[in-house]
């Protein structure tokens, strides 16, 4: 009998059951954007490590005179020995070159009075301005990116400031993609009119690495309960993550749950009351986390983006594995089973949300998921009302460390 857990209590306990690996590797940062951080990153040195002009312009010592000669001229890269700057001296300097000791200001040559090769003529203006300070950005021995941070571009270039080329970062989870049914043939193959072809491995699989993670497509298991055992006892122990598609409901051709039984495993749920996608299995066999997803297509890929995705991560190590949301206004009312939380997509467009199709359409129907942009998970709810603000997941959007998306 399938369970009749909520789609919230069916997410966290995929949450709360992954755990982290502690498994890592070095890497060269030219390699690294995807990965996550197996440790805190300290910062080297200071940034700016030089006090420096933020302006093309002049840098004197800030005091009552404003005509200053104009002594020198410094250029970004430039070396000199230090020298004394007195207070109706300036030089003229350049964006990022070092600030001289003794010079506290810096004024943009546009904001001068009065500009020549001798001297400048300069306004009031505040000590200290346009200085970039040693260490004002960074100081050596921060903490500069945190364990279990994802690595973006925006990462890279911090690494690379610093001239940090190689980071340790955790080893991902080996995936294993099956699915289930004699019906099923491959896209590359012909299917008559009795067959169909296998969408969930392929579309899940693009999933799975579009979010940074690499999978092997296995195949297809045949219907039978022996064959399906030894299938899977072979992989068990080569794979960190196991995802099957199809096979397990209650058909007299289902054997995908008790093969998983024989071999070993402790389930967290079998079975959630959501439309579409109740047929969904999750547990570990020994040291393999199992996601055994419904047959249905669009089902499949809905419950392989809210529920396994978050886990994965949250198995890799990362510290963000809750997906951010927005909130948008309805455009259209549209109603929903009372009895069952809802997957519903639709599409997220300056701040508004309209549902597919009304709602109405089928666990099969692949056309709605490339039509839609975004989905908006529904718990104890009768009428979606116009205008209403509901939590929308883009199918873009990043990740956080704590979040509360459904609408409940």
């Keep these: 009998m399938l369970d009749k857990i909520s789609y919230k209590e069916a997410f966290y306990r995929c949450i709360d059951n992954a755990k982290p690996t502690d498994l890592y590797k ?3 940062i030219k390699d ?28 004197f010592r800030n005091s009552e005179n404003k005509k200053l000669k104009v002594i020198k001229t410094i250029y970004a890269g430039d070396k ?6 007195k207070n109706d001296e300036c030089v003229r300097i350049m964006t990022g070159a070092k600030v001289p000791d003794g010079i506290d200001t ?48 925006e990462v890279i270039a911090l690494l690379s400031s610093q001239g940090i080329v190689n980071v340790k970062t955790f080893i991902k989870p080996k995936i294993a993609i099956l699915s289930t049914g004699n019906e099923l043939k491959e896209p590359w193959e012909e299917a008559d009119e009795e067959e169909i072809y296998n969408v969930n491995s392929h579309s899940i699989k693009s999933l799975i690495e579009k979010n940074g993670f690499n999978a092997d497509l296995i195949g297809i298991i045949p219907d039978t309960l022996e064959k399906t055992v030894e299938f899977i006892k072979n992989l ?29 495993l402790k389930s967290f749920f079998r079975g959630i009351m959501v439309k579409p996608g109740r047929p969904t299995m999750v547990g570990v066999m020994e040291n393999t986390f199992v996601f055994a997803l419904p047959g249905n297509p669009l089902s499949s890929y809905l419950n392989a983006f809210a529920l396994m995705i978050p886990a ?13 949301f927005v909130y948008a206004k309805n455009k259209s009312e549209f109603k929903v089973n009372p009895k ?13 949300w309209e549902v597919y199709k009304n709602y109405k359409y089928g666990s099969g129907m692949v056309s709605a998921l490339s039509n839609s942009n ?7 709810k009768v009428i979606v009302k116009e205008g209403e603000i509901l939590k929308v997941i883009p199918f873009n959007i990043g990740f956080c460390k704590k979040s509360d998306f459904f609408n409940d």
Aim: hydrophobic fraction near 40%; aromatic fraction near 10%.
């Design 26 to 28: 070095n890497i060269f």
């Design 32 to 59: 690294a954007l995807g990965e996550f951080l197996a440790e805190d990153i300290i910062a080297r040195r200071d940034a700016p490590v030089f006090s420096n002009s933020a302006m093309d312009g002049f840098g």
């Design 80 to 85: 000199y020995e230090d020298f004394e700057i």
């Design 106 to 153: 810096v004024i943009p040559i546009e904001k001068c009075i009065e500009v020549t090769d001798e001297y400048i003529v300069i306004p009031e203006i505040k000590k200290g301005a346009n200085i970039r300070l040693k260490g004002e950005e960074i100081t050596k021995g921060d903490v500069l990116v945190k364990k279990g941070t994802e690595i973006t571009p």
């Design 236 to 264: 068990k122990n080569r794979y960190d993550v196991i995802v099957t598609t199809g096979g397990i409901s209650f058909g007299d051709a289902d054997f995908i749950y008790e093969a998983f039984v024989k071999n070993g």
């Design 312 to 324: 994965l991560r949250k198995l890799s190590g990362a510290k963000e594995y809750f997906y951010n």
């Design 340 to 352: 069952k939380d809802h997957t519903v997509l639709g599409t997220f467009e300056c701040g508004e």
């Design 374 to 380: 975004s989905l908006v998970i529904l718990v104890n």
